[in-house]
């Protein structure tokens, strides 16, 4: 799968991270976020990874900023984007099956590590459901429209 991964000056370390647990599960990542602390204005990457991924760019993507909800509001301003902040693995399987979240945010001063990898693991391995949740999702779609 091929992933974006954006991320603020809050997130650094965990982004690392991250970027190469992606990686060495097989997926090639993008990485547009900050690359080091210095304090920066995280809306724009937020708005870039999701252009990224409503234009079929990428596949889907990965949002990490101090909670996971500033890099997911500026996401979801972009049509054809349904970010999830996610502090654990169930909401992050269940925002695929039922959403069909597109991109997933957590927060580097919210989740340990290996909780991320966790709602990672749990994104990545989740399936839309379709069905009666599409309608829903087509609600959601028609929202920016």
């Not at 990686?23 to 920066?40: F, K, R, S, Y």
């Not at 990490?64 to 992050?92: D, F, M, Q, Y």
């Amino acid at each position: 799968m091929k992933l974006v991964l954006a991320n603020d000056h809050a997130a650094v370390d965990m982004k690392f991270e991250m970027k190469a647990y992606l990686e060495d599960l097989g997926h090639e990542v993008i990485d547009i976020g900050a690359q080091d602390t210095t304090p920066c204005d995280y809306p724009e990457f937020g708005v870039r990874a999701g252009e990224m991924v409503a234009s079929g760019e990428v596949d889907g993507g990965v949002l990490i900023c101090a909670t996971g909800i500033g890099l997911s509001v500026a996401a979801n301003k972009v049509k054809g984007v349904r970010a999830a902040v996610c502090s654990e693995p169930v909401s992050a399987r269940l925002a695929k099956e039922h959403n069909h979240a597109n991109m997933i945010a957590f927060g580097a001063r919210i989740v340990g590590r290996e909780t991320a990898k966790a709602i990672l693991d749990a994104w990545l391995d989740a399936e839309y459901l379709g069905g009666r949740h599409q309608a829903r999702v087509d609600q959601i779609d028609a929202i920016m429209e």
